[in-house]
């Protein structure tokens, strides 16, 4: 059966990844990127064996004497060749004259990515060899010295951004890729934003930036932890999954207001738009509510927001997570299009389709569709197909196109039954249009709302795959998540709860009563930051009565408070009400660059299995080192063969 790899992307479960529509012409953006943090006037040149960048050189340079210092880009007829910096590429003239027959020989002869260091003139280009793409372009460099720095050996690929290579090469040679304008622009990028914060916090708002510690210990609940020996034996520190404790506790401190760019660990092994090691804006207050945090937060990335990027429009947008389900079918809604989840049950009260009348029959039946805009123009019958078997496989569900131009309902015969009233109904309700093509499902409201959600995701990569343009790529659409759940059933013993957020959230103050009768119904106060459909923050209010704080733990949680006890004695002594938020940063710049992966905006990344490709790290330890740690390898039966390498 037809397969479209979209569905296979669902059928392995795979979170999604980070999309982009558009490829960024980085070569210019990066060049805008760093002239906007000239105009702030850093000084390149101070400190360095060089007068200038390359990429700085105007004509009103002319008759300078300059010194650069850059990589060979390439070289044309050994007549040319184009320096490249960080800044930018220039073009040096190779002398052609007897007397220069030494620069001549160095710069002929080194190869492509060679470092050299060129000392001579700015001169005009002859009149119609100007290059007005280049911002250079208007001058030239004449040399008069020339100086091999280091010369390069071959290359394991090309570093021009157009040269397509594989990741896992790009991951081995980071320090190569690092080169290209793109890795340039987004870590460039990253650093100005990340300095805009700082400004914003702490110059603008008082915040104290405070590092913590990252040998710590087990924190329950919540994600896996990396483990490091202790050279006591049988003890372990634990990597943080966030500074949430020592944030906390800063509070209690009397520090105010906390922020921290925090490298944060988990160990949930591969996912496509996660990293094991991860940084985030990590952000702290006392004497502070929900709405206090938000609009911090919605000041800081407006003031932090790129030049080159349309301004943040502030207040976000606001749902609760129970319309977020109901809606969109997840708790982070991509806002940029429409084809919302629309309650259909009315319609069809009295309908002869058999799992419609079923589903409305049980006590939390429902029906519910979405619209896919000229669907019967772009879906294929195969889609739709591969849409229905989806629905049966992962959802146990059927789903019912309806093509609103009755003609063409030709994959559905049970839609013959939709009686004409119905569809007139249906055209009302989700203001359709002729092309349009109605997915219908029935049953349970949450399990309908999150297949729809997850196939009104998969039709609109599907529509734009196809030349539609459903979502604008320079829109960001962000959005408030609020009233989530303060629990949630474990996932792997339903009967237990979890925190929906973490244990130290505190409930809505208007469902604290619930947490003695009813806790699975209590709301909390956890707010998710989301970005064109990415969490990329969260936080909320905290807990700041101990005895509150033990009796989740304790009776609803059951973990063991033992674990907790700094904390909890902490807040015996005068903790100030409190509450903050961590907002990723990794996941916020990929988006803001529109990169495919979080890996693209870091400097060096972990690959999807997470290793470093570069000194493959993770790596073997031999048996008497780990001696003062007592401990010992138990070897798996089927990775003999692996430790034999
Ligand atoms: N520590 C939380 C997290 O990493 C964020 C917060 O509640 O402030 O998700």
Redesign the pocket.
Known sequence: MYFPSWLSQLYKGLSRPIRRTTQPIWCSLYRRLVQSSQRRNPEFNSFAVRTNTCGELRSSHLGQEVTLCGWIQYRRQNTFLVLRDFHGLVQVVIPQDESAASVKKILCEAPVESVVRVSGTVISRPAGQENPKMPTGEIEIKVKTAELLNACKKLPFEIKDFMKKTEALRLQYRYLDLRSFQMQYNLRLRSQMVMKMREYLCNLHGFVDIETPTLFKRTPGGAKEFLVPSREPGKFYSLP????QF?QLLMVGGLDRYFQVAR?YRDEGSRPDRQPEFT?I???MSFVDQTGIQSLIEGLLQYSWPNDKDPVVVPFPTVTFTEALATYGTDKPDTRFGMKIIDISDVFRNTEIGFLQDALSKPHGTVKAICIPEGAKYLKRKDIESIRKFAADHFNQEILPVFLNANRNWNSPVANFIMESQRLELIRLMDTQEEDVVLLTAGEHNKACSLLGKLRLECADLLETRGMVLRDPTLFSFLWVVDFPLFLPKEENPRELESA??PF?APHPSDIHLLYTEPKKARSQHYDLVLNGNEIG???IRIHNAELQRYILATLLKEDVKMLSHLLQALDYGAPPHG???LGLDRLICLVTGSPSIRDVIAFPKSFRGHDLMSNAPDSIPPEELKPYHIRVSWPTDSKAERAH
């Open positions: 999954q966030s500074p949430q944030k944060c985030q990590d952000i702290e957020h973490h959230t969260g936080g909320s903050g938020i961590a």
